[in-house]
Structure formats: C-alpha cells, structure tokens
C-alpha cells in the first residue's frame, strides 16, 4: 500500500497536479508530553467528524505555548502499520498549524531522538572507560568523518558541480588518513594501513561503479530516493549516490582489517629483526586469514540486517516469479553492495601485509 501511495505522488509530481495546488498552511513543530488519553464522547465525534478514534489532551514542552496543554482528536482504526498509538506519559512531535485564525494541533510521531543522546552518549563513555587515550581519539574521528560527510560530502552532491566518483573517492581518502594518523600516530604502520586501505577501498570502488553500470542500476532502491528524484533533486546523480553509499559501507571494515595486519607485522619484524621479506608477508596473511572470514561475515550480516523486512517480503511472495524477484533493482542493490565492500576488503589484505613488508625492510 505504501509503495502505491509513493507511485501515485510521483506521478502526481510530474505531471504537475501537486504544484498546481493552492500552498497549505504552514506546520511548526514542537515538542509535547501526552497528558491524557481517552475515547470520544458523541459530542466529541461531531465536532471532530469522527468515529474510530480517541481524545489525546498534550502537554507543550517547547516553543512559544510552552506549558499550555491542547486537546486533538487521534484517528486509530487497528487496521493500519502506521498509526500512532500514544499513551500518557509519551514524549511526541506536536504538528502545530494555523489557517484562517484557528490553530490545530496533530499527533505527528513519537519524540525519539532524546534517546538517540542517551545511546550515544553511552557509546562514547564505553570507548572512552575501555578504551583510554585512543577510546577518545575514536571519538575525535568519527566526529570528523561524520562533520565531512555531513558538512562537505551532502553539501558538495546538493550542488552537483563535481563528479560523484572523485569526490567519494577523495573524502574516503581524507577519513582513513586522519583515522589512521590520529589513532595510531605517524609511522610506517601506518602508512601501510593507510595505503592498503586505499588499495583496497579503490578495489569497491571499481567494482561498485562497474555494477552500477552493468547491472543498470539506479540509484533509486528507496521511497525516499524517489521522492527526491521526482520533486526536489531531480538534477542529482543518484547512480553516483549509490556508488558512494557502497565505497562508505566499506570504508570502516577495510580500515579495521588493514591497521590489524599491518600492526602484527610491525610487531613480528620488532621481535625478528632479521627475518625477511616473503616471512613477513607470510606472517601478514596468516592473520589476515583468521580476519577474514569475521570480518566478511561481519559486512554481510550488517547489510541482511538492514535488509531483513525485504528479506520477508521475498519470502511472503511465494507464488511470484523467483525470476523477477531476484532481477528487481532493490534486490540486486543490496547484493551488490554487501558483495563488492566484501571484496575490497579481502583484497585489502594481501595488499596491506605486501606494502607493510616492503615499509619495514626498508629499514
């Protein structure tokens, strides 16, 4: 049902019936407590032309009317995934609007996001206890890499002025630079890591872009993609999107795995300072082994995770073509993405172990 309402505002969109359209009242969001909530007495229903429903009386906890509670009547019909069912006590989104001097009050979702504060404020405490001086620098670089995707990355594909593909490239370049010298400090460990994460990100990338190409792929797997793609950024490039959605998904796990290996290197070199070239690569690839099978899992469950109600939709689809179904560009999408991240990564390996290797007996 959803993917038909989705379809049927697309076209709406295009043909230009939405845009015709006289400009609806302007919505403000606040923040609210529910204080009350009961069922509709026959006045209530005639004032609100309703019959399934209850009364839902809101505490304002932000905004202009903070403190004053308002009454709003809240459809329920037990019939539909995407209703609101609120009970006292509940942290809401108030959608506030006024049109003609009369001001209306909505139900418009639960207030989640004071809890996403909480888990991460217990995120960076877990890595800053157990993980001391480089538990903080971890904190100093995600919040980095999250400021350039953010800040740079979104704002520089908004404008559409450069290719996606370089400048993807290009950030994942500057976010394992900066992760790898801030964490492990300056030296030829960590340049191995950096070039073997380079390596081995470059690797996805390749493959990333030559199934975006072969496969036909959109970029369009989403509903919010879509959307977008019908009203707002028609003029961005959501093949390259995806491409840089691939190259990011992997970025952390080749990162991961190349500073491991080239760290059991450098310490095998520093315990046989005179061991040679082919061992210390030998050494490189025996622990790059044991990584690579949990890491790999690792993406790949990351990625099923995501994909666990698509999963239920296959399954639910018992009498539809397999042939179809598995050629829909959604499905093949989430293929492709857990695939070629998994690649460069194992790919990320050999060539970390090689380069770290070539560093030390340089020495």
């Known amino acids: 049902m959803r993917k038909l309402l989705v379809i049927i505002v697309i076209m709406l969109l295009s043909t230009g019936v939405l845009q015709a359209a006289p400009a609806a009242p302007p919505v403000v969001y606040e923040k609210g407590v529910v204080v009350f909530v009961g069922p509709l007495d026959q006045t209530m229903q005639k004032q609100y032309h309703m019959a399934q429903g209850e009364l839902v ?3 304002l906890t932000s905004g202009p009317e903070t403190g004053k509670v308002v009454d709003t009547f809240n459809f329920v019909s037990d019939r539909s995934a995407y209703e609101i069912r609120v009970k006292p006590g509940d942290k809401v989104i108030v959608a506030v609007t006024s049109d003609l001097g009369r001001t209306s009050y909505h139900v418009s979702d ?3 996001f004071d809890y996403v504060y909480v888990l991460g404020g217990l995120f960076v405490l877990a890595l800053v206890v157990f993980g001391g001086v480089v538990g903080a620098k971890s904190v100093l670089v995600i919040a980095f890499a999250m400021l350039l995707i953010f800040k740079f990355f979104i704002d520089q594909v908004m404008v559409n002025l450069y290719s996606l593909t370089l400048l993807t490239l290009v950030v994942s370049a500057i976010i394992a630079v900066v992760t790898q010298v801030v964490v492990s400090g300056v030296s030829k460990k960590t340049l191995a890591a950096i070039l073997g994460t380079v390596g081995g990100v470059a690797i996805a990338g390749i493959l990333s872009m030559l199934s975006v190409k072969l496969m036909h792929l959109t970029g369009l797997d989403s509903e919010e993609a ?3 793609k019908a009203s707002m950024l028609a003029q961005i490039d959501f093949q390259g999107v995806l491409f840089a959605g691939m190259v990011f998904g992997s970025l952390g796990a080749v990162m991961d795995v190349t ?3 080239a760290s059991a290197v450098y310490e095998v070199r520093s315990v046989h300072p005179t061991i040679g070239f082919k061992e210390l690569v030998r050494a490189g690839m025996n622990v790059g082994r044991d990584i690579m099978g949990t890491t790999s899992i690792t993406l790949i469950l990351a990625y ?3 994909s666990l109600p698509l999963m239920l ?4 689809q018992q009498n539809a ?12 999408t989430e293929f492709a993405r857990a695939l070629t991240g998994s ?4 790919c990320a390996i050999p060539l970390t172990a090689v380069i770290t290797a070539m560093l030390l007996k340089r020495d």
């Open 259 to 261: 500073i491991s290996i």
């Open 57 to 59: 009386s809101i505490q």
């Open 226 to 228: 879509m959307l977008l």
């Open 343 to 346: 690649i460069g990564l194992v």
């Open 304 to 306: 099923a995770g995501t």
């Open 313 to 316: 939709l296959i399954a639910s």
């Open 110 to 112: 639960f207030d989640r």
């Open 321 to 332: 073509p397999m042939l179809k179904i598995l050629n829909l560009n959604l499905i093949v």
